[in-house]
């Protein structure tokens, strides 16, 4: 297994951000985290990182790990390729010279077709190339597991669809391992192998779908999916309404007239194309 959870459970002094989660996701899968606000997504993604520590559990990661974050967070003073190289850099690799470095940068510049723009600054770049710029920086290690924490979250809806399907094109070449976190369910359901759902604080699996659907995909359109895109988003909305309600302290249902969705059981199938 590239990544392996058993029993992990993640505290913050008197908050509890997850508890008992357990998975396991084979090498070259692609599976998204998806739940409401604060339910421990990114917690769990920097758990797998090694950016924070699990207060309960184990944690075993086969591999290295690169992380893409929402903000690509370039050096303004480096061009795009500068950027992309200083991961080797960092790394210490005393095998590779300068000139191998920036060699390695411009493979993953191309990669993420920004070749045209590797002497450019970010400031230079719109919000989309500057995150291909940060697909970039972690590919040019080669790492084993992509961590990606809602990296399309703060683009426009056009900018974000097509860096979906250029995320799609570079796991089908590379097959890497991907964790991939996301408040979206119809990107969930466009990119994924597997959609692992989590319930509200702390943060606890309550569903885990294979998708047995051939790409590329259209969430909305597609019949195959349209039943699991239902049925994800009657748990989905049953617990942003648990979320909703102890951020209200109170009946959340009495105040806004909203449908009460029941709760669904945890579930764990396969969902393919005869659906």
């Not at 056009?158 to 995320?167: D, K, M, V, W, Y």
């Not at 466009?190 to 051939?214: C, E, K, M, N």
């Not at 195959?224 to 009946?251: F, G, K, N, Y």
Request: aromatic share 6%.
């Amino acid at each position: 297994m590239a990544i392996a959870l058993h029993g992990v459970g993640v505290s913050f002094g008197p908050v509890e951000a997850a508890r008992d989660i357990s998975l396991a996701i084979p090498s070259g899968e692609f599976v998204s985290l998806l739940g409401p606000s604060g339910c421990g997504k990114s917690t769990l993604l920097s758990v797998v990182a090694g950016l924070e520590t699990a207060s309960q559990g184990s944690v075993t990661v086969t591999g290295q790990a690169g992380m893409v974050f929402q903000e690509a967070a370039l050096f303004p003073w480096r061009t795009l390729i500068g950027n992309v190289a200083f991961g080797l850099e960092m790394r210490g690799d005393r095998r590779l010279s300068k000139s191998e470095r920036l060699a390695r940068a411009a493979d993953a510049l191309r990669l993420v077709h920004l070749s045209r723009f590797a002497d450019s600054y970010p400031h230079q770049l719109s919000g989309g190339m500057r995150q291909r710029a940060a697909l970039a920086r972690a590919l040019v290690l080669d790492p084993d597991i992509l961590l990606m924490d809602e990296p399309f979250g703060a683009l426009d809806a056009q900018t974000r669809s097509l860096l979906q399907a250029e995320l799609l094109t570079i796991w089908e070449r590379t097959r890497k391992t991907v964790l991939f976190v996301t408040h979206s369910l119809d990107e969930a359901l466009f990119l994924s192998d597997r959609i692992v759902l989590l319930s509200a604080r702390p943060g606890r699996v309550v569903g885990d779908y294979w998708i047995d659907a051939p790409r590329p995909r259209d969430p909305r359109t597609d019949a195959a999916l349209a039943a699991l895109r239902s049925r994800l988003l009657a748990q989905l909305s049953h617990e942003i309404e648990t979320v909703a309600r102890a951020e209200h302290d109170t009946d959340w249902h009495a105040e806004t007239d909203a449908p009460r969705v029941p709760p669904p059981p945890p579930v764990l199938e396969n969902v393919g194309a005869d659906i």
